[in-house]
């Protein structure tokens, strides 16, 4: 039985994985413009918690490409761990980068669903990990492809999430002020509807102070 005990700034790595240009032209199972979105968010949330984050990238010199500019911008000048392995469980590398952190909750997303994240998800929980898949900065080459995914890592163990609720899940109280208005204004920014509506709530309270 997974372990019930909510994620927390202090217990879970991120792991973001081969978030590259070649590997977003296939993507069939997201709106590939929503996917980017959405994986931006998780890297904001990951950095404003100052979550540990693993990047991580397949052949990009040869024909993947480098990670998207706009994850790279949110930890600039950290490294990304280029690899050749479709498992990034089966690079030395990544592996003791994660074993280095030393948290047992791993909070992954990747490209594609049915590769490059199950299967370091699989391999992580044979290993003892907690594995929390982001699905929706997730993406696979047909719906078929990442549902069936979805489907082999639940089974598995694996623990689905989305962006949002992983910010808000370490948020969890709008008291706590030193991030409150950040994750406001992240969710604003990548939270669809929602942040539209967060957006429009705020400027209204503006209005008022500024009458009263």
């Given amino acids: 039985m997974p372990n019930l005990e909510l994620l927390t ?6 792991m973001l994985i081969d978030h590259q240009p070649q590997m ?4 069939q199972s997201i709106d590939r413009t929503l996917m980017i ?6 890297a904001k949330a990951a950095k404003l918690f100052m979550v540990p984050t693993v990047l991580t990238t397949i052949s990009a010199a040869e024909f993947s490409g480098r990670l998207l500019p706009e994850i790279q911008a949110v930890f600039p000048g950290q490294p990304t761990i280029d690899r050749t392995t479709m498992n990034p469980w089966e690079d030395p590398n990544v592996v003791e980068a994660v074993e280095r952190i030393g948290r047992k909750k791993l909070v992954m997303a990747g490209l594609w669903t049915e590769v490059c994240l199950a299967f370091p998800a699989l391999d992580a929980i044979r290993a003892g990990y907690e594995v929390y898949a982001v699905l929706d900065a997730c993406g696979g080459v047909t719906d078929r492809a990442h549902e069936a995914a979805v489907q082999r890592m639940i089974q598995a163990g694996v623990v689905p999430t989305t962006w949002l609720q992983f910010a808000l899940e370490l948020q969890r109280d709008w008291a706590r002020e030193e991030t409150a208005i950040a994750v406001g204004n992240l969710a604003i920014a990548h939270g669809g509807a929602y942040g539209v509506g967060l957006g429009y709530y705020r400027d209204l309270g503006s209005r008022a102070d500024a009458v009263g």
């Fill in 37 to 42: 979105n959405n994986v931006v968010g998780l």
């Fill in 9 to 14: 700034p202090t217990n879970c790595t991120v």
């Fill in 24 to 27: 977003v032209f296939s993507v």
